[in-house]
Each structure stands twice: as C-alpha cells, then as structure tokens.
C-alpha cells in the first residue's frame, strides 16, 4: 500500500522522507550557535512559537558541511522540534517502500538512517530515517 513521502534534496541527492516523520516545512531564518553541542548540531532557531535545534543535515550524513541551506524540515523525535536543514524541497507523493538490495552498498550514517527505497519515474531514491540523525536519539526500526 502506497504511502506518502516527501522527496528533498541533501547535498544534491535525491532522499525520501515518511510523511508520518514532517510536522511542516520551512525557512531557518536566524541560527543562535549552542556551545558544546554535536557538531552538526547548527544552533537553536525561533520557529513560531517554539524553539527547533536546527541540524546541519549533510553534516549528519557524514559528508563535509557548507551548505548553506535555509529550508528545513521539521520533526519531532523523543518530545523536542529538530530542524532538519535540506538544499530543496521536490515533491509530496505516495510510493510504495521497498526494501534496500543486496547491492546498495551505503556507509556509516547514510547506512544507519536508510529504511529503503521508493521508485520516482523508475529513478531509486534512498528513503531516511531523520530520528537516525539527531544526536543521541534512538532511530526507528
């Protein structure tokens, strides 16, 4: 049964992410640094009426940061807003999970958050877990 995801770009390529994972979609306006924290932990955003840790999602993935992205997608994982910084934002559509093959090889975090893959115009695109990249939260199996 087909399920909706929203398709982003991190670093110029193409992820899927479970509609049930975004509370909404928005611009990171001001980023206030937070001493000590993880270091793709980017700082604390204002967002309405709430306060969001904003994280340097291509940092997450372990890929060298310097995005200087300003969209994010917001989730809540283990009671707290995270602010998941991604270049652009795709598309909403429904697509059926499939699971990984034996010939995806994926390392270290991209490993760890991928759930799968779904199918757009037959293109693969690699399906995340965005609990998987906040620092010290327990992903989803």
Do not use: N
Request: charged share 20%; proline share 4%; hydrophobic share 50%.
């Amino acid at each position: 049964m087909a399920h909706l995801y929203l398709i982003a770009q991190v670093a110029g390529r193409a992820v899927a992410i479970d509609s049930d994972q975004v509370e909404s979609v928005v611009d990171i306006g001001e980023i206030t640094a937070v001493p000590r924290a993880s270091h793709h932990v980017l700082g604390l955003a204002a967002l309405r009426s709430r306060v969001v840790t904003v994280v340097d999602t291509q940092s997450a993935l372990g890929m060298a940061s310097g995005s200087k992205a300003k969209r994010a997608v917001i989730t809540h994982v283990e009671g707290h807003y995270y602010a998941m910084l991604v270049d652009a934002l795709d598309d909403v559509a429904p697509f059926d999970l499939l699971p990984l093959t034996g010939g995806c090889a994926l390392d270290g975090a991209w490993r760890d958050a991928a759930r799968g893959i779904v199918e757009r115009d037959g293109e693969p695109i690699l399906t995340i877990d965005l609990a998987a990249l906040v620092p010290g939260a327990v992903a989803a199996d």
